[in-house]
């Protein structure tokens, strides 16, 4: 009893005793970790077929091909646009409608119409009385020479008279109104275009047709003739004064000559082409202006294309109209040199 009390009282090393050695807190973590079972973590995704799956759904099936029979044939003209310059002459047109049928019920800017005249009659006659002087001396060097070596010095004159009224004054001064005043209604216009200013009087109400259009076309059509008138005047003058001067040819005789050659209506003719020049001048400028986009480029080239276009316009009803006032054979150099 004693002895077993003993040995049951003794002090037992961790080391020596097997249960002990076994059951250490140290040893015994260390296996609860690592005979843990490591659980799947599911994953999510937000994909229609991470969604689909997630409910056991299956996907939709996808649509069934459709027949030849029931596709619809592609179009030869879907993916076709006609040119710009097609749009810009439509355009063209119905502007000048447009400008026409205000002029005929009086809705035109009035206090616009005047700063227009002002500008292209004053503001171009120094460009266009310039242009028509050297022009007319031009020409006086060319025939004085020629008509005073057949004996025809008297003729002279009736032959630059109708050569400035029917065809010079008018023509010469359209193509200094084109290059002056077209471009500036080109560039105008299209400014106020591609900064949205029409889109601006709009919305205050305004008509930019009556308030920026009528009142340019009308500016053109009223201020040509008078130019043409003073420039056909200027160019006799410096014709008379050249052939006075250089080739000895009195100016009483150019003034008689041209008086007899020249009928009410060539003048008249001249001063009809005048207004007609005008009114394409202002149509296809403002046409082209109001038609504008792309930024400065697109500015520059909508008046750079403005003035060549007016000019081939003019070259072209010159003609025409032309072939209509003037048929048939004349008679009036025969006056001029009786």
Not at 34 to 50: D, F, G, K, M, N
Request: proline share 7%; with cysteine; aromatic share 6%.
């Amino acid at each position: 009893m004693s002895s077993a009390a003993a040995l049951l009282l003794r002090p037992t090393s961790a080391t020596t005793h097997p249960l002990l050695h076994q059951s250490s807190p140290k040893s015994f973590f260390l296996r609860l970790h690592s005979s843990r079972r490591r659980l799947p973590v599911p994953r999510l995704s937000l994909t229609p077929t991470a969604a689909g799956n997630s409910n056991n759904s299956p996907p939709p099936p996808p649509p069934p091909p459709l027949s030849p029979a029931t596709e619809a044939p592609p179009s030869l003209l879907a993916n076709w646009s006609p040119p710009r310059a097609i749009w810009r002459g439509l355009s063209a047109l119905l502007l000048a409608g447009q400008v026409f049928h205000r002029v005929l019920t009086g809705r035109v800017h009035r206090r616009n119409l005047l700063a227009q005249l002002r500008r292209v009659g004053p503001g171009s006659a120094g460009v266009a009385l310039l242009t028509a002087a050297f022009v007319g001396m031009a020409f006086t060097i060319q025939f004085v020479r020629e008509f005073t070596r057949l004996g025809l010095h008297r003729s002279v004159g009736g032959v630059l008279a109708l050569a400035l009224a029917r065809e010079l004054s008018p023509v010469v001064t359209a193509v200094v109104a084109a290059g002056r005043v077209g471009s500036a209604f080109a560039a105008e216009l299209g400014t106020m275009q591609v900064s949205e200013q029409t889109d601006t009087l709009r919305v205050l109400g305004a008509n930019p047709i009556d308030y920026l259009v009528v009142p340019r076309v009308l500016a053109c059509v009223l201020a040509l003739p008078v130019l043409t008138l003073i420039s056909f005047a200027l160019g006799l003058a410096s014709s008379a004064f050249l052939a006075d001067s250089v080739f000895g040819v009195s100016v009483s005789i150019i003034l008689e000559s041209a008086r007899k050659a020249l009928r009410p209506w060539d003048l008249i003719s001249s001063l009809l082409k005048s207004q007609v020049f005008g009114a394409i001048i202002a149509v296809v400028s403002c046409a082209w202006g109001v038609t504008t986009h792309g930024g400065a480029k697109g500015v520059g080239e909508s008046t750079t294309s403005a003035v060549v276009v007016s000019l081939v316009g003019i070259f072209v009803a010159d003609f025409a109209l032309s072939c209509l006032f003037f048929q048939g054979a004349g008679d009036s150099l025969k006056h001029a040199m009786g």
